[in-house]
């Protein structure tokens, strides 16, 4: 049975990861009326993986006895400069998702929740990946500048990306 302490931390972890989703789709549909398909369909694929996220700790809370408490999400932004500039929000945002992640780990090993921490390390595990995947394409985004024919070209190669369902369960 997961604690009370617990219990409350993992429903702001889902609240969050369901933001982080919205925010997601936001970009989508940001650069979808920008004209850059393939960027739009990195973050609509971002988007579904955050609701995986969103959803391994739902069904873990339920797992363990816990009640899951939905809360409002809060609005996101809905335009970006630039795909840079929305990259570097993305980067920006998972760096505070891994302390987030880092804070509920601190605290299961505080209340002894063993199970628990056990089940973070896969969201340890995968914000090393998010943080690498934004600064990736910072870098080569940095590196095209202006120039219109690389960013033609890193808009198909992101086009290519595909979503690949996370287990959401022990089960
Ligand atoms: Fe759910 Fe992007 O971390």
């Given at each position: 049975m997961l604690n009370k302490k617990l219990e409350e931390a993992l429903n702001a972890q889902i609240n969050a990861e369901f933001w982080s989703a919205y925010l997601y789709l936001s970009m989508s549909a940001d650069m979808s009326d920008k004209g850059m398909a393939g960027v739009a369909n990195w973050f609509a694929i971002q988007f579904k993986e955050e609701q995986d996220h969103a959803m391994k700790l739902f069904n873990y809370v339920i797992a363990r006895g816990g009640k899951v408490t939905l809360k409002p999400i809060e609005k996101v932004d809905?335009?970006?400069?630039s795909p840079l500039d929305a990259f570097e929000q993305t980067l920006q945002h998972e760096e505070k998702v891994t302390s987030l992640i880092n804070n509920l780990y601190a605290l299961a090993e505080q209340e002894k929740d063993y199970a628990t921490q056990s089940m973070l390390k896969w969201f340890i595990d995968e914000q090393v990946e998010e943080e690498e995947n934004a600064k990736a394409i910072i870098d080569t985004l940095k590196l095209i500048g202006d120039n219109g024919y690389g960013l033609y070209q890193l808009d198909k190669e992101l086009a290519a990306r595909v979503y690949t369902p996370i287990a959401t369960s022990e089960e």
């Open positions: 809905t335009e970006w400069k």
